[in-house]
């Protein structure tokens, strides 16, 4: 099991960028496939971006060309670049860790996004 702590939400007007973060806290997080997911108020939680323990990746097609997720596993982080951002990328974004049946999440984070 790993626990994860999200950081760098925050507002920013349309066109703006940010950085998002997650800290993974204990062993084999090499191991792990990242991920980020986002929910807005009334919708369901959904997939963002991914990073698998190997290192691919893969992106909704909402985010495609302006968020890059990348892992650094020296430092147990896995970090979410998001630029272009538009009010429709509002929503509580979620860091997640899975490897077989053992998923964690992590508390989440708020992005605010204004046109």
């Known amino acids: 099991q790993v626990q994860l702590v999200e950081s760098g939400g925050g507002l920013v007007h349309a066109g703006g960028s940010l950085r998002l973060s997650c800290a993974a806290s204990?062993?084999?997080?090499?191991?792990?496939?990242m991920a980020w997911y986002r929910q807005a108020p009334g919708k369901q939680r959904e997939l963002v971006a991914a990073?698998?323990?190997?290192?691919?990746?893969n992106y909704a097609d909402s985010v495609k060309g302006r968020f890059t997720i990348s892992r650094d596993n020296l430092k147990n982080t896995v970090t979410l670049q998001m630029n272009s951002l538009k009010s429709e990328d509002t929503a509580v974004y979620y860091c997640?860790?899975?490897?077989?049946?053992?998923?964690?999440w992590g508390q989440g984070t708020q992005v605010t996004v204004s046109s």
């Open positions: 204990g062993n084999n997080f090499r191991m792990f496939a």
């Open positions: 990073i698998a323990s190997g290192g691919s990746t």
């Open positions: 997640n860790a899975a490897r077989g049946v053992i998923t964690s």
